[in-house]
């Protein structure tokens, strides 16, 4: 079982910038792909971005590709999310997640074992 737990949501002007994180309750280093998915009222949770635990590779959703980073500090235990140039229609929960085994499709939430309980991201125009 993995704990996660989301910080650093708020209320930002578009144009500004954002970082969440995640911290998890087992070490992320044992921890195989996480990611970061979004859900705004009315719609499905859609992905974001996500990070393999071997190799770093990363995966992003074309809506924030050049914009959003996601990074992994495997020594803290903790999932990051950088949020530049954010605009309005960023507006969601955010969650962030854990795979419980290798080679998973990382686009696909069904992918995911672990959720956090999501932080609220608002983006003003």
């Known amino acids: 079982q993995v704990n996660l737990v989301e910080s650093g949501g708020g209320l930002v002007q578009a144009g500004g910038s954002l970082r969440l994180s995640c911290a998890a309750s087992?070490?992320?280093?044992?921890?195989?792909?996480m990611g970061w998915f979004r859900q705004a009222p009315g719609n499905e949770r859609e992905f974001v971005g996500a990070i393999r635990s071997t190799g770093g590779t990363t995966f992003y959703a074309d809506s924030v590709k050049g914009r959003f980073v996601i990074s992994r500090n495997n020594a803290k235990d903790t999932l990051s999310l950088q949020m530049n140039s954010l605009k309005p229609e960023d507006t969601a929960v955010y969650y962030c997640?854990?795979?419980?085994?290798?080679?998973?499709?990382?686009?696909?939430?069904?992918?995911?074992?672990?959720w956090g309980q999501g932080t609220q991201v608002t983006v003003s125009k």
């Open positions: 997640a854990a795979a419980s085994s290798p080679n998973i499709r990382p686009l696909d939430p069904q992918s995911y074992a672990y």
């Open positions: 087992a070490r992320t280093v044992n921890i195989y792909t």
